[in-house]
């Protein structure tokens, strides 16, 4: 029985392990610092305690997380020759990065949903989208992460590994695992059914919402109030985009399949490149955000001047 799995897609040291570790180990610190600066600055400015900047604290602190299930690992494998994981590493990998991945959706879906009333209703926007609705809607989103991926989880547990072990993957994923199982494991079907129901309803509500919005905008009388209106949804439609797309790539391929190479390059993108634009995007496309960012690195130099 197999009770590991091998990674076959790593160069090793010798082979420029290195070469891939110091930007990927660049990439990641940026990632965790850029996703903790944003979640930090929206705690702590008063100034940013509404709706939307809460979504976007709470899909910051995701990103970390979600980022944390895969890229420390690759980092280990770039460097060890034991390019290994164990059964019990590899459901726990599979299971958070999927867990955080849809929770990411439908948060993403809560702030589409925030946007539409903003924009769409703006005079009962105070009145609907209070703290405690996008508490309750941020809960909703990881029971819904959470509780989804368990059975699936709990199903690929309890069947027998006896072949070969190795995964042409960056890391854990569903069919590269599910294939080198020795029984049949036709039943996925149903639950990917599960699955892609849930990634497309969160895509129609966002994209209708997007429309309803793009609609709403273009119809506005006053220059200013549009392109006030338009930056302020740039930086979410952006992060949709890159999401759902990373995501119809990577998992919505019917039928297609692609060299362990593009298989790769893909799941680079998916796991590596989106958490790495989301914080720029949201940093460097939003003036709120830059103030209070620039207020915040301000307040600590005039206390750390003080101190001395």
Not at 46 to 69: K, N
Not at 71 to 90: A, D, R
Not at 130 to 155: E, N, R
Request: hydrophobic share 55%.
């Amino acid at each position: 029985m197999v009770t590991e799995f091998l990674f076959t897609v790593f160069p090793n040291m010798h082979e420029g392990g290195l070469f891939f570790f110091i930007p990927l180990f660049l990439i990641y610190g940026f990632i965790l610092t850029g996703n903790l600066i944003i979640f930090i600055v929206v705690q702590l400015d008063v100034a940013l305690h509404t709706p939307m900047y809460f979504f976007i604290s709470v899909l910051s602190f995701l990103e970390t997380w979600y980022s944390t299930t895969t890229i420390p690992k690759m980092l280990s494998n770039l460097l060890s020759e034991q390019k290994t994981i164990s059964l019990v590493g590899c459901l726990m990998q599979m299971y958070f990065f999927h867990s955080l991945g849809i929770t990411e959706g439908c948060v993403l879906t809560a702030m589409a949903i925030d946007r539409y009333i903003a924009i769409c209703h703006p005079l009962r926007y105070p009145t609907i989208m209070t703290s405690k609705l996008s508490i309750q809607l941020t809960a909703g989103s990881c029971l819904c992460g959470f509780l989804l991926v368990l059975p699936k989880i709990a199903w690929i547990a309890t069947l027998p590994f006896c072949g070969s072990n190795q995964i042409h993957q960056i890391f854990c994923d569903f069919t590269p695992v599910l294939s080198l199982a020795c029984t049949d494991t036709s039943l996925v079907v149903i639950m990917d059914a599960i699955h892609g129901a849930e990634i497309l309803a969160s895509f129609l509500v966002i994209a209708l919402s997007y429309t309803r919005i793009i609609v709403v905008i273009l119809g506005m009388p006053s220059a200013e109030g549009l392109q006030k209106a338009f930056s302020t949804c740039a930086a979410h439609l952006a992060v949709f985009l890159l999401f759902f797309g990373s995501v119809a790539v990577m998992y919505l391929r019917f039928s297609a399949t692609y060299s362990v190479f593009w298989d790769t390059a893909i799941a680079v993108t998916f796991v590596v490149l989106v958490p790495f634009l989301n914080p720029i995007i949201y940093s460097l496309r939003n003036k709120d955000m830059k103030d209070a960012i620039r207020r915040l690195f301000c307040y600590q130099k005039a206390v750390g001047g003080a101190g001395r």
